[in-house]
């Protein structure tokens, strides 16, 4: 078993090392100047010297990612329950969910500045919520409406209730699609923290030192930014695998041809 | 007559009245099925043998005439969970193992957990699937889904089954394997069947009557009885099987002409 995760964990650690061997090895040979890429070992030494700074602009920026999240992915399901029920809600909401879904939200960061307020933190939770609420929306949407029409018919062969349905049938069914927005949402929420950054909210967040520090040309401490950024984004990405796989086990259990001979 | 399983009177069903598209399912529909008989309806597609199914089962209203079922209306027979239902696509739902579909409606009936094992155990045995209770469904091949199906079906000991091409999806030989499977369960429970099918051979080994629908609207064309007894897998071969098939052949060919 250590020997077929080792395995399946191998082919990326080498294609990820040989990555940055070639990344340090390419900067120095070809002379690139730091300004335009710093070498992995220069953000290394900034990710070090200045770790209290970015820890804690990492561990803010996740609370605000996180945060937006939980509300967004709550009010996303809520809404899905709710459209379900109610058909006639449906057929107004959900095609405006969409086209609301396809315009970039992060767009509106300034403008929910001027709603929430430029200091707080409120206005960047609030381009989070938005980010994570349509996917969500959508896809558990989805989810609780497309059961197989012979499911349901069985299910009215028991005498079952619509609560008995969508308990047995709907919920479990929008598991899936549930999962796959969650996947998507999970590093999107940091994308909107960090774009929402950008553009207000307080200074010692991950958005601000990387604006602050590119500013002042010190791009290897930005890049360290960056890197904190995208391990949080990874933490949440691999939080979301992770719930994935715990709330659906039989997913995980192999094909017809693997599995039907026993034990 | 309160001894029919499946008292259908007058049935007419339309779909969509009054609307462009409205179209007349079944028309002036008359059958009687007796208690403990398998009955097959047939007939080309379009002729409603599946509209016809889910009268019986309450899963549509007729648009006229009545269906009764052990002598009280399709609806209390439903409501009684009175029947089982098997459909072409085996529909267990990937989540629950196994045991858990089969227990499905004997949960929803409210069963204790020991007495649900206990069935789900006793059913497994009789589709003959004792060690795959513990398995998820998508870990079985088509074939043993539908046994799991019929299981589930089975389950609460309904004495109606009501299926709608339960071996379509099939390959011939477990088909023919799932037929023979279907007859001994028939012979064991003592259940009523109503089972729809596209095929004649498979209409003439299963059943006591086949009943032949003609298309637009759907209409009971002819009921061919046949009178083979028993079967076996050697009825396959038996000349007797072989006439049975011929005369739904020529009932179905005799639709196609419009006589």
Known sequence: MNAGRLRVLMPPLVTGALFIGAWEGGVRVLGIREFLLPRPTSIWAQLTSQWPTLRHAGWETGRIAVSGLVVGIIAGVLLAFFTTRFRTVNEGITPLAVAVNATPIVALAPIFNAWFGITGTLSNQAVVVAVVFFPVFINTAKGLTEVHPDEIELMHSYAAGEWTILREVRIPNALPFFANALRLVAPLSVIAAIVAEYFGGPQDRIGNVITSNAGFARYDAAWAAIAVASAVGLALFATALLLERVSMPWRLVGGESESTTKP | ?259
């Open chain 2, 1 to 259: 007559m309160n001894g029919a399983a499946v008292e259908v009177m007058g049935v007419e069903k339309v779909f969509g009245r009054g609307s462009e598209e409205e179209v007349t399912a079944l028309s002036g529909v008359d059958l009687t099925i007796a208690p403990g008989e398998f009955v097959t309806l047939i007939g080309p597609s379009g002729c409603g043998k599946s509209t016809f199914l889910r009268l019986i089962g309450n899963l549509l209203e007729p648009t006229a005439g009545s269906v009764e079922v052990f002598g009280k209306s399709a609806h209390q027979a439903r409501m009684d969970q009175d029947y089982g239902m098997v459909f072409q696509h085996a529909g267990l739902f990937d989540w629950r193992r196994v045991a858990a579909n089969i227990e499905l409606p004997l949960e929803l009936r409210g069963w204790s957990k020991a007495d649900r094992s206990d069935r789900s155990k006793e059913m497994l045995d009789l589709v003959k699937l004792p060690d795959f209770g513990g398995h998820y469904p998508r870990q079985l091949s088509g074939g043993m889904q539908q046994r799991v199906a019929i299981a589930r079906a089975l389950s609460f000991e309904p004495r109606l089954l009501l299926m709608d091409e339960p071996f379509g999806a099939l390959d011939e030989m477990t088909r023919e394997h799932m037929q023979g499977e279907l007859l001994r369960i028939w012979h064991e429970t003592g259940t009523t069947v109503v089972f729809v099918t596209h095929s004649i051979s498979e209409s003439a080994f299963l059943s006591n009557r086949v009943v032949v629908l003609s298309p637009r609207p759907g209409r009971i064309h002819s009921i061919v009885e046949i009178g083979l007894g028993e079967r076996s897998e050697d009825t396959r071969e038996d000349p007797r099987f072989f006439e049975a098939s011929t005369e739904v052949r020529e009932a179905l060919r005799a639709v196609e002409d419009g006589s």
